[in-house]
């Protein structure tokens, strides 16, 4: 996956908050659900990204446009249930990039 600015990549941030004991089964359980749906039409990829601290787990995931996230999310709506016995908050949004910082290549 690739950053950048002003293309019509569709950018989700879904922030989990959990319990240090219970981070570890979450990442376990979005990684086999992400192997299942990783060949859906438009999907790009995924990073998986933990706290030090055990509390929360972040999901960065692609779509090349809103209508196959959209359609992703028809498909895989009653799918997201299974989260909540490992995450107490779910708080997913997209978003654009308005600032990217990298150093030149030399």
Do not use: C
Not at 28 to 47: K, P, S
């Amino acid at each position: 996956m690739r950053l950048s600015k002003g293309d019509d990549v569709v950018r989700l941030i879904n922030v989990f908050e959990t319990t240090p004991e219970r981070q570890q089964a979450l990442i376990d359980q979005w990684g086999h659900f992400t192997e299942a749906v990783r060949n859906e039409l438009g999907y790009i990829g995924t990073a998986l990204h933990k706290s030090t601290d055990g509390t929360r787990v972040i999901n960065y995931a692609h779509w090349r446009s809103q209508a196959s996230f959209d359609a992703f999310l028809n498909r895989h709506r009653s799918d997201f249930a299974q989260f909540v016995q490992n995450a107490s908050r779910i708080d997913p949004h997209t978003y654009e990039v308005v600032f990217l910082d990298e150093p030149a290549e030399s």
